[in-house]
C-alpha cells in the first residue's frame, strides 16, 4: 500500500489540486485572490515529464477547475495548457537554492499568463457593456494572485519536485 | 524473397499509454459535461467534519431579525401599493431549505459558493440564495449533494434592482470586485448616498423586495447613464449558513 502511494503520489496530489481549489481558504488569501493552485502541481510535472506532458495535462487541469468554477462563459484551459508547454521545456537546475526562487518567478509568470488569457476573456465578453468599471479590480485581482503564487512556489514546488523525483526512482 | 514487414507493435493505437491517456481525457470530458458533480460530492464528504457548527445559527438569527425590520418596512409598503393595483400578479416563495456554506471562492476571479444541499433537498437551478442581510446569489448547478451558486458580486450576474427612495428601476451588474454597480439608464435620477436598493418588482428572476445593498458612491460621468457602487449588507465572505427559496413569480 505504502509503494502504491509512493509510486503514484503525482497522479494522488493531481486528484486533490480540485478539492484545494474548491477549499479556499480566506486565511490564505490576499485581497480576496488567492494562489494558484493548480500551476505548484503543474510546474514540478512539466519539468520532469517534458513539454508535451505538461500540455496533456494542462488539459486535464483545465477540464476538471472549469467544471467547478461557474463561469460558462470563460475558461482556464488555454492558460493551463500554455504553461504545461513553456514548463516543460525549463531545465532543472543544480543550484538548490537558486532553483527555490526561480519557481516563485515562473510560478508568477505562469499565475500572470492565466490571469491575463482570463481577463481578456472578460473584457472581449463585456466589450460593449461596461469594460471600464471591469478593469482596476481585475487588475488588482491578477497582480494579487501572481504575488501570492510567486510567494508560495518556492516552498510547495520544491517539496513535490523532491517528491515527484523519489515517486519515479526504481523501488 | 520476403519483404520487410512493418512491426505492428510501432503502431500509435497499440501502445498502452496512449489508450490510457485516452481513457483519462473520456473521464475529465465527462467530469467537465457534468460540471464537476462527482467532484463537489466527494468533496461534500471530506469536508463534513468542517461545516459550521450550531452557535453560529445564534449569530445568524440576530442577524436575520434585523433583515426583517427592513424587509417590514419595504412589505407594507409594497402592500399599500398593491392593494392600489388590484391586477398584480401574487408572488410567493413559503419554502425555505437551510444550507450550510462548505466551499466560497468570494475573492479573485470566481464569485461562487456551495451548499450542502442539493438536488435531492429539492434545490432547483434558479433558486433564490439569501443570507443574513439580504441577498447573496442565484443557485446555478446542483448535484445532488450540493449546489452551486453565483453570487451577485459575480462578472456573470446580472439583476434588475429597485430603489426605493425614488421609485426606479436599475440593472445590478457583478464587476469581480465587492462592490457591485448598479447602472440607471436615466441621466436624471436623483439617486444619493446611502439610498438602499431592494429586488426590482418588476424582475422575472426574483421575487420583490429582497434587500440587497445601499448606494456608497456614485460616478455620473458617464453622458447616457448614472452608476452607482453599491455596498451589499450580505457578506459572503463570512456567511456560514444561508437560506434557499424556491421562486414562483
Known amino acids: 500500500m505504502n509503494k502504491f502511494f509512493t509510486k503514484k503520489f503525482s497522479i494522488i496530489s493531481f486528484i486533490f489540486i480540485p478539492i484545494i481549489f474548491l477549499w ?26 517534458g513539454s508535451i506532458n505538461g500540455l496533456i495535462f494542462g488539459l486535464f487541469l483545465g477540464l476538471i477547475l472549469d467544471s467547478l468554477t461557474l463561469n460558462e462563459s470563460f475558461t482556464q484551459i488555454p492558460g493551463l495548457i500554455l504553461c504545461g508547454f513553456l514548463f516543460g521545456r525549463i531545465k532543472l537546475n543544480s543550484d538548490i537554492f537558486l532553483g527555490h526562487f526561480r519557481y516563485g518567478l515562473i ?13 481578456l476573456q472578460i473584457l472581449f465578453r463585456n466589450f460593449s457593456d461596461s469594460n471600464s468599471l471591469m478593469l482596476i479590480p481585475m487588475v488588482k485581482n491578477i497582480l494579487a494572485e501572481v504575488f501570492l503564487t510567486g510567494f508560495f512556489a518556492p516552498f510547495i514546488c520544491s517539496q513535490l519536485l523532491r517528491m515527484f523525483k523519489f515517486s519515479r526512482r526504481k523501488i | 524473397m520476403l519483404g520487410i514487414r512493418r512491426i505492428p507493435t510501432s503502431r500509435w493505437w497499440h501502445k498502452k499509454k496512449n489508450w490510457q491517456f485516452f481513457a483519462i481525457f473520456l473521464f475529465l470530458v465527462f467530469i467537465r459535461i457534468s460540471k464537476g458533480a462527482l467532484y463537489k460530492d466527494f468533496y461534500y464528504f471530506i469536508s463534513k467534519p468542517f461545516w ?13 431579525d434585523q433583515e426583517y425590520l427592513i424587509k417590514l418596512n419595504l412589505l407594507e409598503k409594497d402592500n399599500m401599493r398593491l392593494r392600489r393595483i388590484l391586477s398584480l400578479q401574487e408572488s410567493s416563495n413559503d419554502e425555505h ?18 451548499l450542502n444541499k442539493g438536488s435531492k433537498d429539492g434545490i432547483e437551478i434558479g433558486n433564490i440564495v439569501v443570507g443574513p442581510g439580504g ?9 445532488l449533494f450540493t449546489s452551486s451558486v453565483t453570487l451577485i458580486t459575480s462578472p456573470e450576474s446580472k439583476l434588475g434592482v429597485w430603489v426605493d427612495r425614488i421609485q426606479i428601476n436599475g440593472l445590478l451588474v457583478g464587476l469581480g470586485d465587492d462592490l457591485p454597480s ?28 429582497i434587500p440587497i445593498g445601499i448606494v456608497q458612491s456614485i460616478d455620473d460621468t458617464l453622458k447616457s447613464k448614472k452608476t452607482a457602487k453599491i455596498l ?15 421562486v414562483n413569480i
Open chain 2, 182 to 209: 448598479l447602472i440607471l439608464y436615466s441621466k436624471d435620477a436623483d439617486i444619493k448616498v446611502g439610498d438602499f436598493v431592494s429586488s426590482s418588482p418588476a424582475s422575472t428572476l426574483l421575487p420583490p423586495n
Open chain 2, 97 to 114: 431549505i437551510s444550507a450550510a456554506v462548505i466551499s466560497r471562492k468570494t475573492g479573485s476571479w470566481w464569485r461562487q459558493i456551495i
Open chain 2, 135 to 143: 441577498l447573496l446569489g442565484r443557485v446555478t448547478t446542483t448535484s
Open chain 2, 232 to 246: 451589499l449588507l450580505a457578506k459572503p465572505h463570512v456567511i456560514d449558513w444561508v437560506q434557499v427559496s424556491k
Open chain 1, 107 to 119: 510560478c508568477s509568470f505562469g499565475s500572470f499568463l492565466c490571469g491575463t488569457l482570463y481577463f
Open chain 2, 52 to 64: 459550521p457548527g450550531q452557535f453560529q445559527k445564534e449569530i445568524v438569527l440576530e442577524s436575520i
Open chain 1, 24 to 49: 479556499h481558504p480566506n486565511w490564505l488569501g490576499f485581497l480576496g485572490a488567492q494562489p494558484y493552485w493548480p500551476l505548484f502541481w503543474l510546474l514540478p510535472w512539466s519539468m520532469i515529464n
